[in-house]
């Protein structure tokens, strides 16, 4: 379907010497408009299957002719929601692997490989962020990135890719803003630190990746008596710093960049927002958590 609607675009594109942009977006507007007629006709109940599976045919035409107009994006995430309340099947491939999906929740991934899924998992945030998206989940509102995926235990997808201990995929969700909320944040970091204390000196690399970029979005992570008691070797071998775990000060850069980046989230702007600033260029990669 998806090759088919590719045909059809490419005609139109080249026969009305229009567009792309054009032809894509009344291709994503029809899709919508059958959607919602099958889900009107139903009173209100999405009948699922091929009437809700045409939604990710226009997630991958966005993604294959790179849709600029945000509001329609917007228009077709808000569609998938409503009927399914989760993101997975834009997220399960980026953090699994194409095959995992018809393991996890029984279909197949809507993109070649993991790196295209990863893409366009980049793809939707960068216009879930510039259209300021916010869904209702249960008693609180969540933003797009933070949404859990049902079929892994209603883990966020943050959450997921600290457990499999995958520092890339954590790396691009933190950027984008995913939350650390007070209660999960605890239960991420000390699961993490648990996680590594297991190895008694051998740690490996992934998950150390993976606790010292969750230390760069941190203003300070532990309580200084508790993580002397009970993990000093982590201490000791460097896993985690003098400066984060109260023994010495964290440093005022660290701190600014935390308030920056929060005051960032609260306007959309991250990670976009950051190269907006007056700052030196040289502070563009340590803001955005690329480096230390």
């Given at each position: 379907m998806v090759e088919y609607f590719n045909t059809l675009i490419e005609g139109c594109r080249l026969g009305?010497?229009?567009?792309?942009?054009?032809?894509?977006?009344?291709?994503i507007r029809e899709i919508l408009r059958f959607h919602e007629k099958a889900r009107r006709e139903n009173g209100n109940v999405?009948?699922?299957?091929?009437?809700?599976?045409?939604?990710?045919?226009?997630?991958?035409?966005?993604?294959?002719?790179?849709?600029?107009?945000?509001?329609?994006?917007?228009?077709?995430?808000?569609?998938?929601?409503?009927c399914e309340h989760t993101f997975e099947r834009i997220f399960i491939g980026a953090l699994f692997g194409t095959r995992a999906p018809f393991y996890?929740?029984?279909?197949?991934?809507d993109f070649r490989d993991q790196e295209e899924n990863l893409r366009a998992v980049v793809y939707y945030l960068d216009h879930a962020t510039n259209a300021s998206l916010e869904y209702e989940y249960l008693i609180e509102k969540l933003r797009f990135i933070d949404v859990p995926i049902e079929s892994c235990?209603?883990?966020?997808?943050?959450?997921?890719?600290?457990?499999?201990?995958?520092?890339?995929?954590?790396?691009?969700?933190?950027?984008?803003?995913?939350?650390i909320n007070k209660n999960d944040d605890d239960d991420v970091l000390m699961w993490l630190i648990n996680k590594l204390s297991e190895f008694k000196g051998r740690y490996p690399y992934n998950f150390v990746a993976c606790l010292q970029i969750l230390l760069r979005v941190l203003p300070r992570s532990f309580q200084k008596d508790d993580l002397i008691e009970d993990y000093?070797?982590?201490?000791?071998?460097?896993?985690?710093?003098?400066?984060?775990?109260?023994?010495?000060p964290a440093e005022l850069k660290h701190l600014c960049r935390c308030v920056i980046r929060k005051r960032l989230w609260e306007n959309y702007e991250l990670p976009g927002g950051i190269r907006k600033l007056p700052i030196p260029k040289i502070l563009f990669r340590y803001l955005d958590i690329m480096e230390d």
């Open positions: 009305e010497n229009v567009s792309s942009e054009k032809v894509v977006r009344e291709a999405c009948l699922m299957g091929k009437y809700h599976d045409i939604l990710y045919i226009a997630i991958k035409l966005c993604y294959d002719w790179e849709l600029k107009d945000t509001q329609m994006v917007a228009t077709l995430l808000d569609a998938i929601f409503s996890i929740a029984g279909w197949k991934s235990g209603k883990m966020t997808p943050l959450k997921i890719s600290i457990q499999l201990g995958l520092p890339d995929k954590m790396l691009i969700l933190l950027r984008y803003g995913a939350t000093s070797e982590l201490i000791t071998h460097g896993v985690v710093p003098p400066t984060r775990c109260g023994l010495i």
